[in-house]
């Protein structure tokens, strides 16, 4: 099963094109502005698969308290640049 698995490995593209000494290094962390107020600025990124907490989900969570952000940014994930997000986005003045 081992050399059919190294097989497998050896001859898929996708494998290859993704395993880890052919990806670029990350880049180095830069550092973050300092805020004039709580969530001004939020990161997004979903987590899925976890249980929910009274039905909610962690951005509705923060709007919800906190207000609309100045500014959100996401990993580019496809929910955020879905239609829905970009009308959001748009409403806002974003």
Same mark, same amino acid.
């Given at each position: 099963?081992?050399?059919?698995?190294?097989?497998?490995?050896? @001859?898929?593209?996708?494998?290859?094109?993704?395993?880890?000494?052919?990806?670029?290094?990350?880049? *180095?962390?830069?550092? $973050?502005?300092?805020?004039?107020?709580?969530? @001004?600025?939020?990161?997004?990124?979903?987590?899925?698969? $976890?249980?929910?907490?009274?039905?909610?989900?962690?951005?509705?969570?923060?709007?919800?308290?906190?207000?609309?952000?100045?500014?959100?940014?996401?990993?580019?994930?496809?929910?955020?640049?879905? @239609? *829905?997000?970009? @009308?959001?986005?748009? $409403?806002?003045?974003?």
């Amino acid at each position: 099963m081992r050399k059919d698995v190294r097989q497998f490995v050896r @001859e898929c593209r996708i494998c290859q094109r993704m395993k880890s000494d052919s990806l670029s290094p990350a880049g *180095l962390l830069q550092p $973050l502005n300092i805020l004039n107020q709580v969530f @001004e600025d939020i990161a997004l990124d979903f987590i899925t698969s $976890l249980p929910k907490s009274n039905g909610k989900e962690a951005i509705l969570g923060v709007i919800k308290l906190h207000g609309i952000p100045k500014s959100m940014v996401s990993d580019r994930d496809r929910i955020f640049v879905s @239609e *829905l997000w970009k @009308e959001m986005l748009r $409403l806002q003045g974003t």
